[in-house]
């Protein structure tokens, strides 16, 4: 892939986090790294990301993680994304809102302070994505494997991040389907956790969902292990542990 002969030939790539609309905790999981951001600031130079550096506007990157859906009534939200999208070589939907939209595709504004503020589509529905990373909000971990993924041109590791399929839309009918009807579920209750309407209770160590409950966010298929990293690249990222 282009980009990845590009990123061979980079001295050290740079790399941007901008955030929209979302509750800042795929923000605050990407710096829950912790020392691990040392390592990160080795392979990446972080040029534009608010919690860690004081730099108003975003300069051209390499990669870049968007964090959040873009707001149709909000001109700078929408503008913002753009200009990233123009800015950077590899971007990453970073975390559900962002990837999925998920239980953003519900909103219907009025809340206070900007009630007029009602329509969150998923990044991709806007510009180009590169990669998504679903997942309220996804380890900080996968933030440190991607950016060690990108900077070493692993595109068998991002390949599985690639695929559109992971970035529409889905729904706790996605969860049994493609999880539980392929025995693929391991009982983490990770589903359960996320649901916002407690639509899903672990029943013998399986998800069982009260279809009536049921808003069709797809917060659980996003934030489950199972829904988007293959066998082989899971068994990757549990060496060492
Ligand atoms: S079961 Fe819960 S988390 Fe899953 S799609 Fe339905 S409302 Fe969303
Ligand atoms: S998140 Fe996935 S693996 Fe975990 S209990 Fe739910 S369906 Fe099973």
Redesign the pocket.
Not at 223 to 227: D, G, H, T
């Given at each position: 892939m282009k980009v990845y002969d590009e990123v061979v030939n980079m001295v050290k790539p740079k790399f941007a986090y901008v955030h929209l609309a979302a509750c800042s905790g795929c923000e605050i999981s990407f710096i829950d790294n912790f020392e691990r951001l040392l390592d990160m600031m080795d392979m990446v130079d972080f040029e534009y990301i608010t919690l860690l550096k004081d730099v108003q506007e975003m300069p051209a990157v390499d990669i870049v993680f968007i964090d959040g859906a873009p707001c149709l009534q909000s001109e700078e939200s929408v503008k913002m994304l753009k200009e990233a999208r123009s800015k950077a070589g590899f971007l990453v939907a970073w975390g559900g809102c962002s990837a999925t939209s998920c239980i953003n595709n519900f909103s219907r504004g009025g809340q206070m302070a900007q009630p007029q503020h009602e329509s969150f589509p998923q990044v991709c529905r806007i510009v180009k994505v590169d990669a998504f990373v679903p997942g309220s909000p996804p380890g900080p971990e996968m933030a440190y494997n991607i950016i060690k993924a990108f900077v070493e041109g692993d595109t068998e590791y991002l390949r599985y991040l690639t695929t559109y399929e992971v970035g529409g839309f889905a729904c706790g009918c996605d969860?049994m389907k493609n999880?539980?009807e392929n025995a693929?579920?391991?009982?983490?209750?990770?589903?359960?956790m996320?649901c916002p309407t407690r639509a899903?209770t672990?029943v013998l160590?399986?998800?069982c969902i009260n279809w009536e409950r049921c808003v069709k966010c797809g917060a659980?298929y996003a934030?489950?292990?199972?829904?988007f990293l293959p066998v082989p690249v899971m068994d990757r990222m549990m060496e060492g542990l």
């Open positions: 969860l999880i539980i693929l579920c391991i009982g983490c209750g990770a589903c359960a996320s899903i672990m160590g399986r998800p659980c934030q489950c292990p199972r829904s």
